[in-house]
């Protein structure tokens, strides 16, 4: 934890050390702090799938925006088609939203 949170601060641009700062702290249970990092990770690579896929899980088992959830799943696979947990990211997303009794656009 100490490497990356070095790394994130001697470079507030390498995207990769807070992908990997996110891991460390969700896998914690620090997952308010593991979406920020996830959130300025995607921020500064829009397109990094792993990124997007990360921020995207970490938002829907927060279950605190499902929309945005729904959106970065769906860029993910939308980038990476045959990337399966992507799919399979943005079909629970919607059955979550669906079985809530709401949808996402």
Request: aromatic share 4%.
């Amino acid at each position: 934890e100490v490497l990356y949170k070095r790394a994130a601060a001697s470079d507030p641009s390498d995207s990769l050390a807070l992908l990997h700062l996110g891991h460390l702290l969700r896998d914690r249970g620090d997952a308010r702090a593991a979406e920020r990092y996830f959130k300025r990770a995607v921020e500064l690579e829009p397109t990094n799938v792993n990124s997007l896929l990360s921020y995207g899980q970490q938002v829907a088992l927060g279950r605190s925006d499902m929309q945005t959830a729904e959106s970065l799943l769906a860029m993910a696979a939308k980038l990476a088609p045959s990337d399966a947990e992507a799919r399979q990211g943005l079909e629970w997303v919607r059955a979550a939203c669906a079985a809530a009794g709401g949808s996402v656009p």
